[in-house]
């Protein structure tokens, strides 16, 4: 087992959920339910990361995320949130949180969030997982190559630069300007339809090796996610 987790949910069930996967993947995990303990309780414990619940009795998410930011500042936390209206603050990440997770969630996302903001926080793979390969989908960065079942999709370089960002953060929703953003590191001016264009020809060329799955979606007004297999 690694260092405990902390989970910050007032719901029972869903902090069971999640603890209970977690597990599974060798992750052992503290929770708390009421965010005036959070502060108190990180002064007495030092969990490799916080799985922080927005809405909460007693001191706020977002107060606490701050609080924890300014305390703590190499402390990786991700936000729990059921507040649609919150994505776009949430989106740019200004409360300090290395990632969000928007309610409801499968806990299988939740555990590869959790892995991909620990591979970036510490550098480094988690749990003998290798950061390249997910559910059958790996990333050749010597040879700008992605495969799917080991098949070769034909990527370009900008397609292949798209998969990787989505797949750095799986379930998290990227909106179209920080996908350009992570395309174009030269920021050129680009149209927003140029974005879906790369998506729709990234898209295809994993249908046409997995016509069943459906790993890049579509989420309405706000952007694209790498979603791998549940």
Same mark, same amino acid.
């Given at each position: 087992?690694? #260092?405990?987790?902390?989970?910050?949910?007032?719901?029972?069930?869903?902090?069971?959920?999640?603890?209970?996967?977690?597990?599974?993947?060798?992750?052992?995990? #503290?929770?708390?339910?009421?965010?005036?303990?959070?502060?108190?309780?990180?002064?007495?414990?030092?969990?490799?990361?916080? &799985?922080? #619940? &927005?809405?909460?009795?007693?001191?706020?998410? !977002?107060?606490?995320?701050?609080?924890?930011?300014?305390?703590?500042?190499? +402390?990786?936390?991700?936000?729990?949130?059921?507040?649609?209206?919150?994505?776009?603050?949430?989106?740019? &990440?200004?409360?300090?949180?290395?990632?969000?997770?928007?309610?409801?969630?499968?806990?299988?996302?939740?555990?590869?969030?959790?892995?991909?903001?620990?591979?970036? @926080?510490?550098?480094?793979?988690? +749990?003998?997982?290798?950061?390249?390969?997910?559910?059958?989908? @790996? !990333?050749?960065?010597?040879?700008?190559?992605? &495969?799917?079942?080991?098949? #070769?999709?034909? !990527?370009?370089?900008?397609?292949? /630069? +798209?998969?990787?960002?989505?797949? /750095?953060?799986?379930?998290?929703?990227?909106?179209?300007? /920080?996908?350009?953003?992570?395309?174009?590191?030269?920021?050129?001016?680009?149209?927003?339809? @140029?974005?879906?264009?790369?998506?729709?020809?990234?898209?295809?060329?994993?249908?046409?090796?997995?016509?069943?799955?459906?790993?890049?979606?579509?989420?309405?007004?706000?952007?694209?996610?790498? /979603?791998?297999?549940?």
């Amino acid at each position: 087992m690694t #260092d405990p987790l902390l989970i910050v949910e007032d719901e029972p069930k869903i902090a069971r959920l999640i603890a209970d996967y977690l597990a599974k993947s060798g992750y052992a995990s #503290d929770h708390l339910d009421h965010g005036d303990a959070v502060m108190p309780w990180l002064e007495e414990h030092a969990p490799m990361l916080v &799985l922080l #619940d &927005l809405m909460l009795p007693g001191t706020d998410g !977002l107060t606490l995320c701050r609080q924890i930011r300014e305390r703590y500042p190499a +402390l990786p936390v991700i936000m729990l949130t059921a507040r649609v209206e919150e994505v776009d603050r949430l989106l740019g &990440l200004e409360l300090g949180a290395d990632d969000y997770i928007c309610k409801p969630f499968s806990p299988r996302e939740v555990v590869a969030r959790v892995k991909a903001v620990l591979r970036r @926080t510490h550098g480094a793979a988690v +749990l003998g997982e290798t950061p390249a390969t997910q559910a059958g989908l @790996t !990333l050749d960065e010597d040879g700008w190559r992605a &495969l799917a079942g080991g098949t #070769d999709l034909g !990527l370009t370089a900008v397609e292949f /630069q +798209l998969l990787k960002v989505m797949m /750095q953060s799986p379930g998290r929703i990227f909106s179209r300007d /920080q996908l350009m953003d992570h395309m174009y590191r030269d920021h050129r001016i680009v149209s927003e339809r @140029t974005v879906d264009s790369h998506v729709k020809k990234l898209r295809r060329k994993v249908a046409d090796v997995w016509p069943e799955r459906d790993i890049i979606r579509s989420v309405y007004g706000v952007g694209y996610k790498y /979603q791998p297999e549940e």
